[in-house]
C-alpha cells in the first residue's frame, strides 16, 4: 500500500528548498551591492582620468617641486561644492561667457543633480614621492566615495625642465682641417708640418679645436642669415630662423669652451710656422668667436621680438592651440632674454606674463597656474637664475669661453707670426 | 486495526508555523529577487557597461584629435567639434527624436573633395550634455546616460587630444 510522506519529510524538504532560495537570494544580493561598487569604481575612473589630465594641463614646463606643491594635500578633500582646486570650477554658467571663473561659474553643486549624486561623495588627495629633478616624480591619486571605498591611482609624471639640450658632443678637429686652416699651403699631414715648424703638436691641436668649429658656425651662421632675408615676409618663419641663429652661437660658444680653456692654461708658444696671410684668419675667427656671447644674446632677442610681431597679428581673438604654443614660446624665449639681459628684457618679461594671465583668465586653468607661478620666478633676477640653474650656469660658461677667445686673440696677436 | 497514533493538535499547529514561515521566506527571496532583476539590477549593468563602451569610443575618436574647435577655451557648450591631423572636423551633438535625445557623432572632411561620413549614434538615450574646453587640447564631458527603464548613469571625465603637439612650433 502506498504511503504518503510525512509531516517531517515535508519539512526537511521544505528546509532544503529554503536554504537553496535563500542562498540564490543572498547571492543576488551581493551581486546587486557588486553592481553598485561597479559603477563606482568606473566613476572614480572617469574622475582620475579628469584628475591626471588636470595635473598634466597644469605641469607643462614647469618645475615639479612648485606645481605639486599646489596639488598635493595631507588629507582628502571632497570634490563637491569647490572643495578641491581641481574642482574649484567645473562649466561656464554665467557671465563673463568664455571664462571659468571659481565662486561665479558652476561647481560641483547639487544644481548638476544626477551628477551631483554620482560624484558629489567623492573626496581627493594628490600625494607624491620625494621630489627627483631627473624630470619624472611619481604620484598617488587617491580618491575615496561616500562609502569610504579607496580607489588609488598611481603615476609617474614627467616635467619638462625647460632648459636647452647639451650641445652635442663635437667632433675633434681633424687634423687635415687644422692644417688646411693654419698651413694651407702645404700638403704635409699636420704633425709633420708642426714638427718641422719646432711647434708644440697639443698646443696646435686646441687652436684648431677653437678654429675649426668656429669656421662652421660662421657657414652655418651665414646660410641662416640668407634665409632670414628669405623669410623676412613671414614672422614666424623669421623668428624660427633668428632662433636657429642664437642656438648656432650658444653652441657653437660651448663647444669650443675646453680647447679654449686648455689653451689659456697653456704657456708655450700657440703655433709656429705658419704663414704670415693666416695671421688675419685666425684673428678674425677669434674675434667672431668672442663675440658669440653677444650674438647669442642679440639673436635671441630678435627672436623674441619676431614671435612677438606674429603673435600681434594673430590678435587677441580665439585661444587656438597654435596661439598658446605661440605665447609658451614668447614666454621662454622672453625668459631667456631676461635670464642673459635682465636690463633688456626683464620688464618685457613681467609685461608679457601679466598679459597672458589676463588673456588665459579663466581659459584654461592648467596655463593660468603655470602663469601664476611664471609671475613668483620673474619677479627679480636672483629668482629667475633660481628658477634655470642650469641655464645660468652654461651662460656662465659660455661668457668665460668668449672671454678666454677675446683673451686668446690678444695672445695670437703677439704669437703669430 | 492499525497501532498509528494521531497526530496532535499541538503538532500539528508547529508544523503548520514551520511550514509557513519557511514557505514565507522562500516567497519574500524569490520576490526580491524577481523585482531586483527586473527593475534594478541589470538594467543597471546594462547601462554600465554601454556607458563603458560608448565612452571607449569616444575617447578614442577625440584622441585622435589635435585640438578642440568648440567650445572655445574656457566655454561650456552642449556640443563639440574637434579637429584632427587630417583637418577633418568631428562633430558631437545632441539630437532630438521622438523617443528622446540621443548624442551623434559626424565626421566632416574639410578637404577638397572630401566625403563625409555619415551620421554615428554613440547613445541612444541621453539627459544633460555638457562639454567644456579646459584648454585648447582638453575637453571636459559630462552628460547622463538613460535607459528605457528610466535608469541613469552621469560621466564626468576629461579627454585630451593626444597629437596636439603636432601643432607645436618646431
Not at chain 1, 686648455?262 to 668672442?290: I, M
Not at chain 1, 614666454?331 to 601679466?354: K, T, Y
Amino acid at each position: 500500500m502506498r504511503r504518503g510522506a510525512s509531516l517531517l519529510e515535508v519539512l526537511i524538504g521544505l528546509s532544503i528548498v529554503s536554504v537553496a532560495v535563500i542562498s540564490m537570494a543572498g547571492a543576488m544580493r551581493q551581486g546587486a551591492r557588486d553592481v553598485g561598487s561597479s559603477a563606482q569604481h568606473m566613476a572614480a575612473a572617469a574622475l582620475e582620468q579628469r584628475f591626471v589630465e588636470a595635473l598634466m594641463q597644469s605641469s607643462q614646463g614647469d618645475d615639479s617641486d612648485a606645481l605639486l606643491d599646489g596639488w598635493t594635500s595631507e588629507r582628502l578633500l571632497p570634490l563637491a561644492d569647490a572643495g578641491h582646486p581641481c574642482f574649484a570650477v567645473l562649466e561656464d554658467s554665467a557671465p563673463p561667457w568664455g571664462r571659468l571663473e571659481p565662486g561665479r561659474d558652476r561647481a560641483l553643486g547639487v544644481e548638476l543633480t544626477e551628477t551631483y549624486r554620482h560624484y558629489g561623495g567623492f573626496a581627493g588627495r594628490v600625494a607624491h614621492a620625494p621630489v627627483d629633478r631627473g624630470g619624472a616624480v611619481d604620484v598617488d591619486v587617491r580618491l575615496e566615495d561616500g562609502d569610504r571605498h579607496a580607489f588609488d591611482l598611481p603615476l609617474v609624471l614627467g616635467f619638462s625642465t625647460e632648459e636647452p639640450p647639451e650641445p652635442p658632443p663635437v667632433p675633434e678637429a681633424l687634423d687635415s682641417e687644422i692644417a688646411a686652416i693654419l698651413y694651407p699651403d702645404g700638403s704635409e699631414p699636420l704633425d709633420r708640418a708642426v714638427r718641422r715648424a719646432g711647434g708644440d703638436l697639443a698646443i696646435t691641436r686646441d687652436l684648431g679645436g677653437v678654429l675649426v668649429p668656429l669656421r662652421a658656425a660662421a657657414l652655418a651662421d651665414a646660410a641662416l642669415a640668407a634665409r632670414a632675408v628669405e623669410a623676412s615676409g613671414d614672422l614666424l618663419e623669421l623668428a624660427r630662423v633668428v632662433e636657429r641663429r642664437a642656438a648656432l652661437a650658444w653652441s657653437a660658444g660651448l663647444s669650443v669652451a675646453p680647447c679654449v680653456g686648455r689653451l689659456e692654461r697653456s704657456t708655450g708658444r700657440l703655433v709656429r710656422g705658419v704663414r704670415v696671410d693666416v695671421r688675419p684668419v685666425v684673428l678674425g675667427e677669434l674675434r667672431r668667436g668672442a663675440a658669440l656671447g653677444e650674438r647669442f644674446v642679440a639673436h635671441a632677442a630678435e627672436a623674441l621680438g619676431a614671435y612677438r610681431a606674429a603673435r600681434e597679428a594673430v590678435g587677441v581673438g580665439g585661444l587656438t592651440l597654435r596661439v598658446l604654443h605661440l605665447d609658451r614660446r614668447i614666454l621662454d624665449a622672453a625668459e631667456i632674454v631676461a635670464l642673459c639681459a635682465p636690463e633688456r628684457g626683464h620688464g618685457f618679461l613681467q609685461a608679457w606674463i601679466a598679459f597672458l594671465a589676463e588673456t588665459y583668465r579663466g581659459r584654461g586653468p592648467g596655463m593660468e597656474a603655470h602663469l601664476a607661478r611664471e609671475r613668483a620666478w620673474s619677479a627679480d633676477a636672483d629668482r629667475l637664475t633660481a628658477r634655470h640653474p642650469r641655464v645660468a650656469a652654461r651662460l656662465a660658461e659660455l661668457r668665460a669661453a668668449c672671454a678666454a677667445m677675446s683673451a686668446l686673440e690678444a695672445r695670437c696677436t703677439r704669437e703669430l707670426p | 486495526m492499525s497501532a498509528r497514533r494521531a497526530v496532535a493538535v499541538l503538532e500539528l499547529l508547529i508544523a503548520a508555523s514551520l511550514v509557513a514561515t519557511l514557505f514565507a521566506l522562500t516567497v519574500s527571496g524569490i520576490t526580491w529577487s524577481r523585482r531586483a532583476a527586473s527593475s534594478g539590477v541589470m538594467p543597471k549593468v546594462e547601462l554600465q557597461y554601454q556607458a563603458r563602451a560608448a565612452l571607449a569610443a569616444l575617447v578614442a575618436e577625440l584622441e585622435d584629435g589635435i585640438e578642440v574647435v568648440r567650445p572655445p577655451c574656457g566655454a561650456t557648450l552642449d556640443y563639440f567639434v574637434v579637429r584632427d591631423g587630417r583637418n577633418h572636423l568631428l562633430l558631437g551633438y545632441p539630437e532630438q527624436t521622438r523617443q528622446g535625445r540621443r548624442f551623434c557623432l559626424f565626421r566632416r572632411d574639410t578637404s577638397p573633395g572630401g566625403r563625409d561620413t555619415g551620421q554615428r549614434v554613440l547613445w541612444s538615450r541621453i539627459q544633460d550634455v555638457a562639454f567644456t574646453a579646459l584648454a585648447p587640447d582638453l575637453l571636459q564631458v559630462r552628460l547622463t546616460l538613460e535607459d528605457e527603464s528610466g535608469a541613469r548613469f552621469p560621466v564626468l571625465t576629461a579627454i585630451r587630444c593626444r597629437n596636439s603637439s603636432a601643432e607645436a612650433i618646431p
